[in-house]
């Protein structure tokens, strides 16, 4: 036991947890826990915005796979990081977010910067948390990591009174704790498993549909062993990209409203799909009309609430999926089952893949998205961690830039969060010093966390930004041409700045790619350089993204560039 | 389909709004809810009655039983189980036989009367919602005032 302030009692809990930096802004309600940076060792990453600091944290989480920490101060630091907690949530990424809050006898008297983010969060966080008393802080700390980090991860909220920051109490940092309520699934389901094998021996189209849980467990090897010995081809969904290589004969990439036209008619063409940490969402599925009527799903989550809510499965099997997933490959060992030949469906595959490798019509100008993806592709080590905006260049992404080593791409996939890559590109590289972070972006998202720049100046976090600028809000424009008869109202962006001086006026490299021969040099420039570089590409306006699912529609209805 | 669900939950505050949060947020209904401390001072139970189709039901109890804060949440088979809520129904009283009447249709189902006046009286009454609501067509005649009802509480029963 010993005798410490809140505030220190919440650094030296974090310390424990193996937290090294934090994201933040500072206010007058955390200023307590501010003050104790200069007695610990936990990096302070200065944010321009709570909402950055937010997707910051949510970007660090994800690449290292332990919960990123952000700080912010009551009321409108409080607010500013709802939609990073919720972006957070929405992806399943393990976050603690710590905001101050009024002294607890000013709690519900409207005072100068209270807001009840508490109630605000509730529906986005998996648990949150409002010590009353100094001496509950490093409990509820061990705690918040824990739910944080454990089964499906998520955002916990730890909301601290600034009296209670203040107020000195002997405290315990438990190593034994228990949360009653809470038991995220461990144990692998061995029954389950086995009737999974048997259904995919049986089927006579089975496939492999990889989610977002896939790369959350990171699954990767378990997931590729299971694939080449059964012989099945994998999809995935967008939060899935990458959980297989997309460069792998048996990979289709991604599936849904942008998916890749391959990967959609074979998902559509299955009899039975094993769907590992999915969840089956509208953007992945369309309409649930898609599948084959007697398509039997094995669905494997860690989050039994998801079995059934979408999609109805034959078959569940509940636990972590790289749990449940090695168990398969283990039995296959033991049975000796391997798949040599190839079967006609697998065959069709190839061929189907094969076909629209060389037939999706493209964009023919020099500077078209897919070009563009690929030679970025070309010149990046395929260890770089890729991060998205949200929009037009994220759905490219998704099309053209081919993620090699698992695990290296991320985005703002369930909520949809524009300005997101940028600040998690910063996160990831904290968490990655050692690999080329570059976020790839559209103008329009870039427009909304650009400030970010200052943070990785002033931090030294060489991120690279990868401006597709068509100087419009690119997928809604795209949805005013094709639902409303070209319409574009409250798109245009011609007043965007110039961004290579606006990177320089934050001292930042900036630099500029109107042809291949200049991006090729623009990439190289940028990976060679130890400063944030933000390369501005013009790309034209009216370039779609195609295939494309209408919203509401099955994916065997793809619109295809004509 | 109706539904009773009986949730222990910890005794903290923020729970009942955390779970019907849960209901709102994620489009099901509440149909009555109630809400009382168990022999155990650390832990409520709520019991709460939902109409849905059976994939609703068993996706209510999925995300109630994913919240932190329930340790337990049970769909309850009707058959099998002890529900009842109370209800307190103000009535008007016309003519002279009206209080007369009242008390009769107040006995057939098991109520009290409270509070008689010249041109009002209470029934309480503690029954199934059926049976409540029964006996809310059969006093409706009369002139209802005002109602209050609890809410249904229920147990499983003990088997044999």
């Not at chain 1, 094998?197 to 189209?205: N, R, T, Y």
């Not at chain 1, 496939?207 to 999809?235: C, K, Y």
């Not at chain 1, 909304?448 to 809000?473: C, G, Q, R």
């Not at chain 2, 009369?142 to 003990?158: E, H, K, N, P």
Request: overall charge negative; glycine content about 8%.
């Amino acid at each position: 036991m010993e005798k410490m302030i809140g505030a220190k009692a919440l650094m030296t809990a974090m310390e424990k947890e193996g937290v090294k930096q934090v994201f933040g802004l500072p206010g007058g309600a955390n200023l307590p826990m501010y003050d104790e940076f200069a007695r610990c060792d936990i990096r302070h990453i200065l944010a321009r915005h709570e909402q950055s600091a937010s997707h910051m944290a949510d970007g660090f989480g994800r690449v290292s796979r332990k919960p990123g920490v952000c700080f912010a101060t009551s009321g409108p630091g409080a607010t500013n990081i709802l939609t990073g907690i919720a972006t957070a949530q929405a992806d399943s990424s393990p976050m603690i977010a710590v905001t101050g809050q009024v002294p607890v006898n000013m709690i519900g008297k409207d005072a100068f910067q209270e807001s009840d983010i508490i109630g605000m969060t509730n529906p986005v966080v998996k648990y949150a948390y409002q010590p009353r008393n100094a001496s509950e802080i490093p409990e509820v700390v061990r705690k918040g990591f824990y739910i944080a980090e454990t089964g499906r991860p998520g955002p916990v909220l730890i909301d601290i009174p600034k009296d209670v920051q203040q107020n000195e109490a002997e405290m315990v940092f438990p190593d034994e704790f228990k949360i009653q309520g809470y038991h995220p699934w461990t144990d692998p389901d061995i029954v389950a498993v086995e009737k999974a094998i048997d259904m995919l021996l049986h089927a006579q189209k089975p496939i492999i549909l990889a989610g977002g849980g896939t790369i959350i467990s990171s699954a990767f090897a378990e997931l590729q062993s299971i694939a080449e010995t059964l012989m099945l081809p994998v999809v995935t969904t967008f939060k899935g990209k990458g959980a297989f290589p997309e460069t792998h004969p048996l990979s289709l990439g991604p599936i849904g409203m942008h998916g890749r036209a391959e990967a959609n008619k074979m998902m559509t063409e299955a009899d039975c799909v094993l769907a590992i940490g999915t969840r089956f969402s509208d953007r992945s599925v369309g309409t649930f009309e898609t599948f084959e009527k007697d398509l039997k799903i094995i669905h494997m989550d860690v989050d039994p609430a998801e079995i059934g809510k979408n999609q109805t499965a034959q078959l569940a099997v509940i636990g972590d999926v790289r749990v449940n997933l090695r168990i398969m490959v283990k039995l296959l060992l033991q049975k000796a089952i391997k798949k040599t030949e190839e079967t006609p469906w697998v065959k069709h595959v190839k061929e189907t893949r094969a076909y629209w490798k060389e037939n999706l019509k493209l964009h023919p100008g020099e500077m078209g998205a897919a070009k563009i993806l690929r030679k970025l592709r070309e010149l990046l080590p395929k260890e770089s961690i890729v991060t998205t905006e949200v929009g037009q260049h994220q759905m490219w992404a998704s099309l053209f830039y081919d993620v090699i080593q698992p695990g290296t791409f991320f985005s703002s996939t369930g909520l949809g969060t524009m300005g997101w890559g940028f600040p998690a590109a910063i996160g990831a590289k904290v968490a990655r010093p050692d690999v080329p972070v570059v976020d790839i972006a559209g103008d329009g998202s870039f427009a909304m966390t650009e400030n970010s720049l200052a943070t990785a100046v002033l931090e030294d976090i060489p991120v690279i930004v990868f401006v597709l600028n068509n100087s419009i809000l690119g997928m809604v424009a795209q949805w005013q041409r094709t639902f409303y008869d070209r319409r574009m109202i409250g798109v245009q962006q011609q007043s965007n700045p110039d961004y290579v001086k606006l990177a320089e006026s934050y001292g930042a490299q900036g630099l500029r790619a109107q042809s291949m021969d200049e991006l090729d040099k623009a990439i190289k420039t940028a990976l060679s350089s130890d400063v944030a570089t933000v390369i501005d590409i013009p790309i034209d306006p009216e370039e779609d993204v195609l295939p494309f699912v209408a919203p509401g529609t099955s994916l065997k209805d793809m619109i295809l560039p004509s | 389909m109706w539904a009773i669900l009986s949730l222990l939950v910890e005794n903290k505050p923020g729970i009942l709004f955390k779970v019907t949060h849960l209901f709102r947020a994620r489009n099901f209904n509440i149909d009555s809810i109630s809400v009382g401390v168990t022999d155990n001072p650390d832990y409520s139970r709520m019991t709460i009655t939902t109409i849905g189709d059976e994939k609703q039901v068993e996706q209510i109890v999925k995300q109630l039983d994913k919240m932190i804060d329930t340790v337990e949440v049970k769909h309850l088979d009707e058959h099998k189980s002890v529900y009842r809520e109370l209800s307190l129904f103000k009535i008007k009283l016309s003519n002279a036989n009206d209080s007369m009447e009242v008390n009769k249709l107040a006995n057939a189902y098991g109520g009290k009367v409270h509070n008689v006046k010249k041109d009002s009286m209470m029934v309480e009454l503690t029954a199934t919602p059926d049976q409540t609501g029964a006996f809310e067509e059969l006093a409706k005649p009369f002139g209802i005032i005002d109602v209050a009802r609890t809410g249904v509480a229920a147990l499983q029963r003990s088997e044999s």
